[in-house]
T-cell receptor, first 114, second 114 residues
Framework: DADVTQTPRNRITKTGKRIMLECSQT?????MYWYRQDPGLGLRLIYY???????NKGEISDGYSVSRQAQAKFSLSLESAIPNQTALYFC?????????????FGSGTRLTVV | KQEVTQIPAALSVPEGENLVLNCSFT??????LQWFRQDPGKGLTSLLL?????REQTSGRLNASLDKSSGRSTLYIAASQPGDSATYLC?????????????FGPGTSLSVIP
């Protein structure tokens, strides 16, 4: 099993629909992140969480919300999807207790809003 | 504001050639720099992470160097193989931000021709 699992892998949804992307991890990391990747724009941070009671906005949080249900689970919601939210979404984790303090990424969710 | 650039944007080389990918950052106050590999439509796989106090890291045919003062990192790939074809991203974590912020470069798309 992957250390960081994202579901679904692919999703097509209609404009205006609410959709949730889920992320779970088995690494025991305390920090979790949601990024989106767009061609030519690279990876941009949507939200991040340092622990279950800590949620912070990233650089492009408008139109998104998150929930940290447990240390291992961090979900991203699009309240009312719009076409420009079509992108590849990644969940990532890191651990402040690790001396090398790097990121581990999930395999991504490809979201298409039509 | 930290900005991360990668040159070249794309690179095509014959199999067996040694090559260098470049990553530049504008703010030298970094905590670490991480190199990732991304296969098309897939997640990011961590290759190497260099702490700000280190000059280089090696893993197999990969060697990453860091020169904080000049704001540069290079990823050296020895004896390239077709399986090395992917997009390579560098990510810089700053030390002066009040929260955990990692800035990604746009990536270098590498194609190794058999």
């Amino acid at each position: 099993d992957a250390d960081v699992t994202q579901t679904p892998r692919n999703r097509i949804t209609k404009t205006g629909k609410r959709i949730m992307l889920e992320c779970s991890q088995t690494k025991g990391h305390d920090r979790m992140y949601w990024y989106r990747q767009d061609p030519g724009l690279g990876l941009r941070l949507i939200y991040y969480s340092f622990d279950v009671k800590d949620i912070n906005k990233g650089e492009i949080s408008d139109g998104y919300s998150v929930s940290r249900q447990a240390q291992a689970k961090f979900s991203l919601s699009l309240e009312s999807a719009i076409p420009n939210q079509t992108a590849l979404y990644f969940c990532a984790t890191s651990d402040t207790g690790q001396p090398n303090y790097g990121y581990t990424f999930g395999s991504g969710t490809r979201l298409t809003v039509v | 504001k930290q900005e991360v650039t990668q040159i070249p944007a794309a690179l095509s080389v014959p199999e067996g050639e040694n090559l260098v990918l470049n990553c530049s950052f504008t703010d030298s106050a970094i905590y670490n720099l991480q190199w990732f590999r991304q296969d098309p439509g897939k997640g990011l796989t961590s290759l190497l992470l260099i702490q700000s106090s280190q000059r280089e890291q090696t893993s197999g045919r990969l060697n990453a160097s860091l020169d904080k003062s000049s704001g540069r990192s290079t990823l050296y790939i020895a004896a390239s193989q077709p399986g090395d074809s992917a997009t390579y991203l560098c990510a810089v974590r700053g030390e002066k931000t009040s929260y955990d912020k990692v800035i990604f470069g746009p990536g270098t798309s590498l194609s190794v021709i058999p």
